[in-house]
C-alpha cells in the first residue's frame, strides 16, 4: 500500500539520539504506518525529537498517537511541530499544545 506520507530518522552524532522527520499526509489513514515507523526508528535511542513539517494534511488522531507515543515510552521524546496556519488552528481548537 503506498503512503502520501514521508518518514526520515537521523541518528545523532553521540549515537543516543534521533531525529525524526515526519511530513505529508499525517491522517488516520496512515495512522497505523506512523505508529509503527515510530515504534521502530525510536526503539534504538534514549532520546529522540520528533519534527512535524511540511504536512499536506493533519488530524487530531496522528496528533493524539504522537503525544502517546511521547508518554507511554522510557525515552525522552520531544515533539516539534512547523504547521500551516490553518493546521496550527484546528489543533488549538481541539485542545492540544505541541
Known amino acids: 500500500m503506498a503512503h502520501n506520507i514521508l518518514i526520515e530518522t537521523k541518528t545523532g552524532a553521540d549515537k543516543t539520539s534521533a531525529e525524526i522527520r515526519i ?3 499525517v491522517t488516520l489513514q496512515n495512522s497505523k504506518y506512523i505508529a509503527e515507523q515510530i515504534q521502530s526508528a ?7 525529537h ?3 513539517t511540511n504536512e499536506t494534511a493533519i488530524d487530531v488522531s496522528c496528533i493524539q498517537l504522537l503525544l502517546a507515543a511521547q ?8 515533539i516539534e511541530t ?13 485542545g492540544f499544545t505541541l
Open 42 to 48: 525510536i526503539a534504538p535511542y534514549s532520546t529522540i
Open 23 to 25: 511530513s505529508g499526509e
Open 82 to 94: 512547523k504547521l500551516t496556519e490553518a493546521n496550527q488552528t484546528l489543533i488549538r481548537t481541539a
Open 50 to 52: 520528533i519534527i512535524v
Open 71 to 78: 508518554k507511554t515510552n522510557d525515552k525522552q521524546i520531544t
